[in-house]
Structure formats: structure tokens, C-alpha cells
């Protein structure tokens, strides 16, 4: 079946850099897309999420693109700080039902 | 507003026994979602409840899990027989009417089967 996935399983950052997660998903219908933070021992935490008809969205230090195009998704955060570490995941509305990718992890180096 | 509570935290059985985990979504939230995290693994959708109606569950081991989402409000996930690669992370979170719109995680269950 379709789902969604990320393209690097690991990504690490310098402390102060800005980080970018990238996600491909391959269901056209999709129209609602999500990104969560989880920490260690710690349920998903919602990050920020945008629909189809966007292409760009902000948050607090992240930013969200979509490009419908090439069905590509990723996650900019601005000025990581060592509490960005986590693993990263990007969430779609697959026909009606909340999917999930493999994840990112990400390591800030001080 | 609280968030999603589950229970127990963790939990440790043998292969072979049951075990059964509680999910109390947030309040007036209508889906509620059941996820299996193995580790190093994204979360794995098991079933998807609208109220008390089964959105989704394709992806539920029928022969050995069940669910049940009584009056529309908590959900119980059960497992009976467990086996060895049952052994995961479960996760419960719900949304306020469906996979449009945000989903709250809880903690989640560590299951450890032995």
C-alpha cells in the first residue's frame, strides 16, 4: 500500500544551524499533512501540519513545505537548539486514516 | 485541557498470556486512534474509531487483538495471546472529528513480552 517516508533515517546538525527533514509520500489524494516531534520514552508531539491547498506554512522556528508536484514534504527549523533532538516523524491523511513514516532522528552536536 | 491518558505505563508478560491497556482520549474528541511502535520504527496505525464506530482496521491482528471503543468515550486494546514480537510501544491519540485535524498523542504502553 501507499505511505508515507522519509529520506534520511539520521541527520546531524551543529548547535545554532538551521535543520531540514525531508519526507516523500506517494498518496496524491492525500490532502493534510502533519509533523511530529518524539522524544525518548515520550508520545508524538505535534510540531505544525499544513493542507493541500498550501504550500508553505510557519510556525515558532519551523517551517513546513509542501510540494504537491513531486509529492515532498520537509520540515525547516531555524536556529536549532539542543532540545530540537528527537526523532522526527511526517504524518499524512491517507483516506481518512492518520499515517505515518519511518522517521528522522536528529542529533544537535554543541 | 489534560491530554490523552493511558495505562498501565509499562507492562511485562510472557508469551502466550493476554494483556489489555486503557486509553481515556481527551475530552469531546471523537476519533481515537490505536498505534503500534516497534522500536526504531514509525507508529503503525492497528484501528481507528469515530465515536464508537470502526473507521479503520486493516492493519489489526484480528486473530489476536481486539479493541473496543464503548459509549464513544475511553477504548481498551487487548492482546491474547501475546507473542514475542508483540513486544512494542502502544500508543492511543485522538482527534477532534478526524484525521483532518490534529491528533494528540499520549504517553503510550511499553509492552515487553518474554
Known amino acids: 500500500g501507499e505511505s508515507v517516508g522519509l529520506h534520511l533515517p539520521t541527520l546531524s546538525v551543529q548547535e545554532g544551524d538551521n535543520s531540514i527533514i525531508n519526507c516523500a509520500y506517494s498518496n496524491s489524494a492525500s490532502d493534510y499533512f502533519i509533523w511530529y516531534k518524539q522524544e525518548s520514552g515520550k508520545g508524538p508531539q505535534f510540531i505544525i501540519d499544513?493542507?493541500?491547498?498550501?504550500d508553505k506554512r510557519q510556525g515558532q522556528r519551523v517551517t513546513v513545505l509542501l510540494n504537491k508536484t513531486v509529492k515532498h514534504l520537509s520540515l525547516q527549523i531555524a536556529a536549532t537548539q539542543p532540545g530540537d533532538s528527537a526523532v522526527y516523524f511526517c504524518?499524512?491523511?491517507?483516506?481518512?486514516?492518520?499515517?505515518f513514516g519511518a522517521g528522522t532522528t536528529v542529533t544537535v552536536r554543541a | 485541557e489534560a491530554g490523552v491518558a493511558q495505562s498501565p505505563r509499562y507492562k511485562i508478560i510472557e508469551k502466550r498470556q493476554s494483556v489489555a491497556f486503557w486509553c481515556n482520549p481527551i475530552s469531546g474528541h471523537a476519533t481515537l486512534y490505536w498505534y503500534q511502535q516497534i522500536l526504531g520504527q514509525g507508529p503503525k496505525l492497528l484501528i481507528q474509531?469515530?465515536?464508537?464506530?470502526?473507521?479503520?482496521d486493516s492493519q489489526l491482528p484480528k486473530d489476536r487483538f481486539s479493541a473496543e471503543r464503548l459509549k464513544g468515550v475511553d477504548s481498551t486494546l487487548k492482546i491474547q495471546p501475546a507473542k514475542l514480537e508483540d513486544s512494542a510501544v502502544y500508543l492511543c491519540a485522538s482527534s477532534l472529528w478526524d484525521a483532518n485535524t490534529e491528533a494528540f498523542f499520549g504517553q503510550g504502553t511499553r509492552l515487553t513480552v518474554v
Open positions: 504524518a499524512e491523511n491517507n483516506d481518512y486514516k492518520l499515517s
Open positions: 499544513i493542507r493541500s491547498n498550501m
Open positions: 474509531f469515530q465515536n464508537n464506530g470502526v473507521v479503520d
